[in-house]
């Protein structure tokens, strides 16, 4: 018996077609992965099946019946939950009032908060969701917000659970507990879709894989009968290189140093407390840690963007701190920025206006008052071509652009101008493993082009095969330095955890 | 070079998109269906009063003239309004901006006496410009140290700008007589009429010129590019080693400067004097003018020479028809509500699909 059937999936947006004529099916009581691509249509089938998109043909069955499903209470009524990228949950409130929160139970017209929290208990200790129902939401972890949201779908009496891309903000310790959790709630009899892009997971803890792309189907294999590398391909298309080739790496001198940095957050609060780097010509330095622990803080202080409150820059073995954006991007040094469509790109200029940002005031695309906007063209359409920018024109306006070719737009405009360093943050995240592989090439070329690569990084997986050191920051602070060549994944998931190794 | 030149049609087109031309001018054309509705329940013929307005507007040379004359003075609010939304700035301080303007080019043209026309009309024009911009320099440099929002400070500015010249305009510069109004500025300091018998100043061609000129500032300067990018993206901007606070204040100096321009061009063209309640709300209208001509230079002549024409054959349609001037803001109002239709049918949709939390 299949707990969910999905016939002939059809939806169409304007100019791309979603999902053509998907059929697939999930046994109940499975761990069944849905793998693509970004854009393959993963999630646009399941936002269909949780009621919020509407096909523009095929039918769902669920448990043999077929069911209409138009809104997400539809949905919940059916038994089917949902626990998406970003969480929806309200901070100052406690997880137990986060997870009865719409559908309370009452005593006296008021919250029964001894009831809610007694029901919060039972549910979390069935499943083995381990959580503390007093704890605000604002105090835990991404990591217990996860389970808030599951305990949310439990809670709505859901006997099918959507997980979409859950593992993309977790450590690799709340991984392995996720994996658990999920295995438990299988033998509870629960059925479980979950979305990825990622090869290795679905290995670890599913009984099928159904694998998209660009829309369609490819096929549907069982765990045991398959391997990593076959699903590489079914997922591309092609042969993919899952292995990076790196030339040993011979450090030269320092470039940039930071010397006991500090700087708060935009909430005020404390995000850098001393940071101590070296960064040297011709090596990656990989800066692991868990999101939120000073990532973002410590690129936007060495590019300008965020003032430090203590501390040091030196760049070139001159004083930089809290210069200028400008300044810093005239001394040599490019920034890949973690959120591309905020910080990274103007959506709604052109390609060519976008890839001479931050070189736009000087020759030859300004002549001071005036812009040359005739070798803004040339040099744009020079990148279009070194980097393989997948658009119909210079012309065109980059929010039209895939994620891939947004972020190879940032790429050849940050690499294009031939900096001395680069800071990439984030640099693959969201990209499929075309895009991946093409941008931990440009990377390694400027480290072997004697270029220094400080590369910021929440995938484990990408700092180990491409960084020559790496440090580890935990609230604001390097905890520790480790050469990726002997370090285990378990002593970086620790140091990342804040435990010493 | 041919290549070169093939690019910039193409740029053109891109920027300007189909849509947004074909989006103002269903708008225009639904805005005058139901104004002939209006006109219809009210008991007057649609097709009469549309005649009676086209004839006042564009008939004859003069009436061509005098829709021209009211068009001047919307063309320089709605490249006031339009420059500064290209910054991502609400300027909704044109009036005041206009006023203020219009009262420094008129102490400039009556205080100095003897001076040839070359360096006195010149002299006047500029000052009228700086006093806008100085009027927009302290809301721009609210907005960029503070934060402070500024449509409410232009607003503010707006009353200090108007009540100063009603004071200005009642004692120290008062003209003899019962009006609040100014001496006739000296000849010297007057736009030249362009027509006779007609109002038509050379305001006209100061107008035209600013619509050139703030195109080539948006699109052809280095400053422009920064003043576009802190428009759209802040964050990006400022990641690409834009100041955000200088493109902000110089935005919104500019944009005072046409606005004080249109003063100027007002005093010293039309009126040859500054009269208090000169405008009747253009700095206003302007924002109607910028959003009908989805702030673009060229858009805003075209909106502006609209609403000039609504104006003018509307006093004529009132003349002729009994239908009263009303109907002219009305269909102002209606363009306005049918521009900004597809994004609120869009928020509609979304509403619908995925309540109101979603829909922004």
């Known amino acids: ?80 939950g949902m626990i998406h990228q970003h969480f929806m949950l309200i901070p100052p409130f406690t997880v137990a009032e986060n997870v009865v929160l719409g559908i309370e139970p009452e005593k006296n017209l008021l919250l029964d908060r001894e009831k809610a929290i007694k029901d919060v208990e039972e549910i979390s200790q069935k499943y083995g969701l381990i959580v503390d129902p007093k704890a605000k939401i604002q105090d835990v972890s991404v990591g217990i917000g996860q389970r808030v949201e599951i305990l949310k779908a439990l809670y709505r009496g859901a006997e099918i659970l959507i997980l979409d891309e859950p593992t993309a903000v977790l450590t690799p310790q709340e991984v392995e507990e996720l994996f ?65 080739e790196k030339p040993p790496h011979q450090p030269g001198e320092p470039v940039m140093t930071v010397k006991e940095l500090e700087a708060y957050n935009d909430l005020g609060i404390k995000a850098l407390r001393g940071v101590n780097l070296i960064l040297r010509k011709g090596e990656i330095l990989g800066i692991a840690g868990v999101e939120g622990n000073g990532q973002l803080e410590l690129v936007e202080t060495l590019t300008g963007l965020r003032k430090a409150s203590a501390g040091k820059i030196l760049i070139h073995g001159e004083e930089m701190t809290n210069h ?36 736009h005031f000087k020759a030859p695309f300004s002549h001071g008052f005036q812009m040359d906007y005739d070798s803004v063209y040339d040099y744009a359409g020079d990148l279009v071509d070194a980097f393989d920018i997948r658009t119909t024109g210079i012309h065109s306006q980059v929010k039209y652009l895939s994620g891939g070719n947004m972020q190879k737009v940032i790429v050849a405009r940050e690499l294009g101008r031939e900096p001395d360093i680069i800071i990439a943050s984030q640099p693959t995240r969201g990209l499929d493993v075309g895009a991946i592989e093409y941008i931990h090439q440009k990377i390694l070329e400027m480290r072997n082009g004697n270029k220094a690569v400080l590369l910021v990084s929440a995938d484990l997986d990408e700092i180990l095969s491409l960084a020559d050191r790496i440090a580890v920051i935990y609230e604001g602070k390097i905890v520790g330095e480790r050469d990726p060549r002997t370090v285990t994944e378990e002593e970086l998931g620790l140091l990342m955890a804040g435990g010493s190794a | 070079m041919k290549k070169n030149n093939y690019h910039r049609v193409i740029q053109l087109l891109k920027r300007e998109s189909v849509a947004d031309v074909f989006i103002s001018f269903v708008a225009v054309v639904a805005a005058l269906l139901v104004g002939a509705v209006i006109v219809y329940i009210s008991g007057s013929s649609p097709y009469e009063a549309y005649k009676a307005l086209y004839e006042g507007a564009f008939g004859s040379t003069y009436d061509f003239c005098q829709t021209l004359t009211r068009t001047t003075p919307l063309i320089f609010t709605g490249l006031t309004v339009a420059f500064a939304f290209r910054c991502g700035l609400f300027n ?101 009429r362009l027509v006779a018998s007609t109002q038509l100043s050379a305001a006209i061609f100061l107008a035209l010129a600013c619509v050139v000129l703030t195109y080539y500032i948006l699109y052809k300067t280095t400053l422009g590019y920064e003043i576009r990018a802190v428009g759209l993206n802040p964050d990006a901007a400022e ?33 040859k004097r500054f009269i208090f309640g000169f405008s009747p709300g253009y700095g206003f209208d302007g924002i109607a003018v910028a959003v009908l001509g989805r ?48 994004e609120m049918f869009r928020i509609f949709r979304r509403i619908k699909k995925g309540g109101i939390k979603n829909a922004f």
């Open chain 1, 180 to 244: 658990k959790i999920m295995r438990s709630l299988k033998e509870e009899g629960k059925t479980i879709i979950f979305i990825t892009h990622k090869l290795k997971e679905p290995m670890a803890t599913c009984n099928r894989i159904t694998v998209l792309r660009k829309g369609t189907l490819v096929g549907t294999v069982d765990t045991g009968k398959t391997d990593i590398s076959q699903l590489a391909k079914m997922m591309v298309g092609r042969e993919v290189i899952m292995e990076v």
């Open chain 2, 239 to 271: 990641y690409g080693g834009i100041s955000v606070q200088k493109s902000i204040v110089l935005a919104l100096v500019i944009s005072g400067m046409l606005a004080g321009l249109g003063g100027a061009g007002e005093v010293l063209g039309l009126h």
């Open chain 1, 324 to 359: 200028s954006a400008r300044n810093i991007i005239e001394a040599g040094v490019s920034h890949i920025p973690e959120d591309r469509r905020k910080r990274g790109l103007i959506l709604d200029f052109s390609l060519a206006e976008n890839l001479i940002l931050g070189s």
């Open chain 1, 1 to 80: 018996m299949y707990a969910v059937e999905m016939r002939h999936i059809t939806k169409r947006f304007p100019g791309v077609l979603a999902n053509d004529d998907i059929t697939f099916s999930v046994l109940k009581g499975e761990i069944h992965a849905l793998l693509g691509e970004n854009g393959a249509g993963k999630t646009t089938l399941m936002n269909i099946l949780y009621g919020l998109y509407k096909q523009d043909s095929g039918d769902i069955y669920l448990n043999g019946q077929k069911v209409d499903i138009t809104e997400p209470n539809d949905a919940i009524r059916l038994g089917i």
């Open chain 2, 295 to 342: 702030n673009h230079p060229v858009g805003v002549v075209l909106g502006a020479l609209l609403f000039g024409a609504l104006r003018n054959g509307g006093m004529v349609m009132k003349q002729m028809t009994n239908v009263p001037t009303d109907l002219v803001v009305a269909i102002q109002g209606i363009v306005i509500l049918f521009v900004a239709a597809p």
């Open chain 2, 92 to 192: 909704i301080g044109g009036e005041g901006q206009l006023y203020i303007g219009g009262m420094t080019a008129a102490i400039v043209g009556i205080s100095f006496t003897g001076l040839p026309l070359y360096i006195h009309l010149p002299l006047a024009v500029a000052a009228g410009a700086a006093a806008g911009g100085a009027w927009a320099l302290v809301p721009s440099v609210l907005k960029a140290r503070v934060g402070a929002h500024e449509v409410i400070t232009t607003i503010m500015m707006n009353y200090i700008g108007i009540l100063l010249c009603s004071y200005l305009a009642n004692y120290p510069f008062k003209a003899e007589g019962w009006i609040a109004q100014t001496n006739v500025v000296e000849p010297s300091a007057q736009l030249p």
